[in-house]
């Protein structure tokens, strides 16, 4: 009993599966996948790529922002992490029947329970892990996921890497997706960002910065407004819950678009993020513990195709 004990505090004193990973200008530290002892587990975001931290020039932008951690709630999640969504349920989800499966991109192959419609923010039970392999190297973490439905017919081969480029203040997401099924894969993902920079509260402190004229198609209720090219708030937000969320328009069908950037006024701490791809949506959501803007980009994957896209994160101090 004692050693049985000893065994356990010393796997709790481990803590998660995480790499750390540096290149003289940016230290990270990601979480990784693991079914038993992963710091999430549950069936929201995709496991890959889960950032704990991230500092430079002695900023931190990424950290811990909810009040309650338990490993399978759906957003006990840091960092810039990713959720897959085909319309708004699951891979797979709208066909299969109560008892059967569906899969969410890179967590696993679920079951549906009887239910009137999918639960977003449910933890389902997973059926199949699918294969999870993850390389390190002092610089990257590259994952590739696995996973197959032999009653559904759909397969994937996913690839993340998460990288810093060398010698910049630049963090790089490049994702693979290919399609080993037989049916096509249909997919919308976006990255919900939980920038936590510095720990200052989402307030007038903080301003995002788009390329275009953007305009909220949600009431912000006088928390926050858009003025020209940004979106600010009018005053902090409280704790207990207080939020903004709206979806954001105008962008056009250019990845040029694809270009935000969050800044900290107080501590002069920013982030200033572009992708390879053009967007298909954007939402903004916030509580006081975390700036989100939210962008989504759409593909569809024929069997034997390939997809690829990437994200990049550069980082910088305002002087």
Not at 162 to 172: D, F
Not at 296 to 307: D, H, L
Request: with cysteine; net charge negative.
């Amino acid at each position: 009993m004692v050693a049985a004990a000893l065994a356990a505090s010393l796997l709790r004193a481990a803590g998660p599966p995480q790499a750390s990973i540096s290149n003289g200008v940016i230290q990270a530290r990601l979480y990784l996948p693991d079914a038993a002892n992963g710091y999430y587990r549950a069936t929201r975001f995709d496991w890959s790529g889960v950032i704990a931290s991230l500092e430079f020039q002695g900023h931190n932008y990424f950290g811990v922002w909810f009040p309650r951690y338990d490993p399978k709630l759906h957003d006990s999640i840091t960092g810039p992490v990713e959720e897959y969504r085909t319309g708004e349920s699951g891979l797979g989800y709208d066909e299969a029947k109560a008892g059967g499966t569906f899969i969410r991109i890179g967590v696993g192959l679920l079951k549906k329970p009887e239910e009137a419609h999918f639960g977003q923010f449910e933890t389902y039970e997973i059926v199949d892990n699918g294969k999870w392999t993850v390389k390190t190297s002092p610089d990257a973490v590259e994952f590739t996921h696995q996973l197959a439905d032999p009653s559904s017919g759909y397969a994937y081969l996913y690839k993340k890497t998460v990288r810093l480029a060398k010698n910049q203040a630049r963090l790089i997401i490049e994702h693979s997706l290919k399609n080993t099924g037989t049916k096509t894969i249909e997919t919308n993902v976006y990255n919900h960002g939980f920038f936590t920079i510095d720990g200052t509260p989402s307030g007038p402190d903080f301003t995002v910065k788009f390329p275009f004229d953007v305009k909220a198609l949600a009431d912000l209720h006088g928390l926050a407004e858009v003025r020209g090219k940004e979106l600010d708030y009018l005053r902090e937000l409280q704790p207990g819950g207080e939020s903004v969320f709206t979806q954001l328009t105008g962008f056009g069908d250019s990845a040029r678009d694809f270009d935000f950037r969050v800044e900290n006024r107080k501590t002069g701490a920013g982030v200033h993020v572009t992708g390879d791809h053009p967007l298909w949506k954007i939402n903004f959501w916030s509580i006081r513990t975390t700036v989100c803007p939210e962008d989504f980009v759409e593909m569809k994957i024929a069997p034997g195709k390939e997809s690829h896209w990437t994200i990049a994160y550069d980082f910088y101090v305002m002087r």
